[in-house]
C-alpha cells in the first residue's frame, strides 16, 4: 500500500486587460494573478498539516508600477484552521520626481492554509484558493 507524505497543489494563473480606449496608448492595465494549495488530510491523531504554495513573483514591464492601492487579495475558497492571502510589495519606484510618491514595481504573492486539528477531523484538508487583481499603470 503506498501512503503519501503529503499532497501540495500550486497553481499560478496571470490574466490581463487593458483598460483604454482605442484612440489612446494603452496608461492603465488590469492583472488576475491565482494561487492555490492544498494539504494533506489530518491525521488519525488529530495532528493537522499546513501548505503554502510557492511564492508567486510579477513584476511589472518596464516604465510601468503596480498602483499598490488597487490590489485586492481575495479568498475564492478556503478550508480548514487557517486559509489566507499573503502579499507583499518589493522595489518601490518614485513615479513624480522630486515629489517623494513611490509605487512598487513588483509583487510577491501566495496562498497558506492549515488542515483542521482534532480526532473528530481525520482525514479533513485544508485549502486556499486567490485571486489577486489589480492595476499596473505607465509612470515618467
Known amino acids: 500500500m503506498l501512503y503519501k507524505k503529503a499532497l501540495f497543489l500550486c497553481l499560478i494563473s496571470v490574466s490581463f486587460s487593458a483598460v483604454a480606449t482605442a484612440q489612446t496608448n494603452v496608461d492603465q492595465v488590469g492583472f488576475d494573478l491565482k ?12 495532528t493537522g498539516h499546513g501548505c ?3 511564492p508567486q ?7 510601468y508600477v503596480i498602483v499598490k ?3 485586492q487579495a481575495l479568498e475564492n475558497s478556503g478550508a480548514g484552521r487557517r486559509h489566507n492571502c499573503p502579499v507583499e510589495f518589493r522595489d518601490d519606484v518614485e ?11 513588483t509583487m510577491i504573492m501566495y496562498a497558506e ?14 485549502w486556499a484558493r486567490c485571486s489577486f487583481v489589480g492595476f499596473i499603470t505607465k509612470y515618467q
Open 35 to 46: 494561487a492555490e494549495c492544498t494539504t494533506r488530510g489530518t491525521d488519525w491523531d488529530g
Open 52 to 54: 503554502t504554495s510557492d
Open 57 to 63: 513573483t510579477y513584476t511589472a514591464p518596464s516604465g
Open 69 to 71: 492601492d488597487s490590489v
Open 95 to 105: 513615479i513624480i520626481k522630486g515629489v517623494g510618491i513611490y509605487q512598487p514595481r
Open 113 to 126: 492554509a492549515q488542515s483542521p486539528g482534532g480526532m473528530s477531523s481525520a482525514g479533513k484538508r485544508g
